[in-house]
C-alpha cells in the first residue's frame, strides 16, 4: 500500500470536516474564531485523523463513518498545543513554522481558544449520532474525554511540567508519553472503530495497538530532537540506540494486537509503521 496516496484521499475530507465544523474567521469575537484556526488551517500530519479512518476500513466501514472521531480528536490535539505553548506551560513561540496562538493573538485568547476547540471536538463527536447511532457516538464522546482528562493528557502534561515527577526511569518517562501522546491515539483508533461498529473485544486489542504505538510515535520523537537535556526523554534515560530499540519494540508489540485483521488493516499498520520510523 502507497501510504502518502491513502493519506492524500483521506485527509482533504477531514479538512473539510474541521472547516465546516468551526466559526469563519471574520465570525465575531473575530480574534477568538481566528485562533482557534490558525495552527489547524494549515495543520500538521494530520496522524490521529488518519489513525481513526484505517481503524474504521480495518473492521470494514468506509473511513467517513469515522470522520467525527477524526476531526474531534485533532480538535483536542490542536487545543493541548495551544495551551502546551502558553507561557506557563512550555513558553514556545513558534508551532508548525509560524507564531504559537499566544503569540499572534494574546495569552488571553489562546486560553479561550483552545477551550473552544475543546468544547467543538465533542459538539462534533455528539453528532455521530445521526450516522453511527446514539450509543455508539455517546461511547466514543466516552473515548476521546478519558483521553482529554486527568488520568490522561491532562495528567501526562502535569507530570511532563513537574520537576519531582520520576524521569531518570524508562518507566516514569513512558508513564508520561502513555497518558500524553499515546492516550489521544488510541482514542482515535477505539472511538473511529467503535463508530464502525467493532465489538468490544476487538476494541481492547485496538486499544492496546493505539497505546503502544502512542508511546513508540513519542520515542520516534524523542530520538529525532536534538536536545538530549529533555527531562523527559526516553533518550536521556537510555541513549539513542536504546530508545530506538524500545520503539521498534513497541511497534512489533502492536502489529502483533492486529496480525489476525488481515489485509484491510494494512493501511493502519502502515500508519503505524510510519509513525514510529519517520526518520529512517
Known amino acids: 500500500m502507497e501510504l502518502q496516496a ?5 485527509i482533504p475530507l477531514v479538512d473539510r470536516q474541521i472547516d465546516a465544523a468551526l466559526p ?3 465570525e465575531e469575537p473575530a480574534s477568538l ?9 494549515p495543520g500538521g500530519k494530520r496522524l490521529r485523523p488518519a489513525f481513526a479512518m484505517a481503524a474504521a476500513e480495518a473492521i470494514g466501514a468506509p473511513a467517513e ?39 499572534a493573538y494574546d495569552e488571553a485568547v489562546a486560553v479561550l481558544a483552545g477551550d473552544a476547540l475543546l468544547a467543538a471536538a465533542f459538539e462534533v463527536l455528539a453528532g455521530a449520532a445521526k450516522q453511527a447511532g446514539a450509543e455508539r457516538a455517546a461511547l466514543a464522546v ?28 524508562a518507566e516514569g518517562v513512558e508513564s508520561v508519553h502513555r497518558r500524553k501522546s499515546a492516550a489521544l491515539i488510541a482514542a482515535s483508533i477505539v472511538a473511529g472503530a467503535r463508530l464502525g ?33 529533555d527531562a523527559c526523554s526516553l533518550v536521556r534515560v537510555l541513549g539513542r540506540g536504546g530508545a530506538r530499540a524500545r520503539a521498534e519494540q513497541l511497534l512489533e508489540g502492536a502489529l502483533n494486537q492486529i496480525a489476525e485483521l488481515g489485509e484491510r488493516a494494512e493501511p493502519l499498520r502502515e500508519l503505524a509503521r510510519h509513525a514510529v520510523r519517520r526518520d529512517q
Open 6 to 10: 491513502y493519506l492524500a484521499e483521506r
Open 33 to 41: 474564531h481566528g485562533a482557534m484556526r490558525h495552527l489547524l488551517f
Open 65 to 103: 463513518v469515522a470522520l467525527p472521531a477524526a476531526v474531534a480528536v485533532e480538535l483536542v490535539h490542536t487545543y493541548s498545543l495551544i495551551h502546551d505553548d502558553l507561557p506557563c506551560m512550555d513558553d514556545d513561540a513558534l508551532r508548525r513554522g509560524k507564531p504559537t496562538v499566544h503569540v
Open 197 to 229: 461498529g467493532a465489538d468490544d473485544a476487538l476494541l481492547e486489542r485496538l486499544e492496546r495497538f493505539g497505546l503502544e504505538v502512542g508511546v513508540a510515535f513519542q520515542i520516534a520523537d524523542d530520538v529525532l530532537d536534538e536536545d538530549e537535556e
Open 142 to 169: 466516552g473515548d476521546v474525554a478519558r483521553a482529554a482528562g486527568s488520568r490522561a493528557l491532562v495528567g501526562g502534561q502535569v507530570d511532563d511540567l513537574s520537576p519531582t515527577a520520576q524521569h531518570d526511569s
Open 24 to 26: 469563519s474567521a471574520d
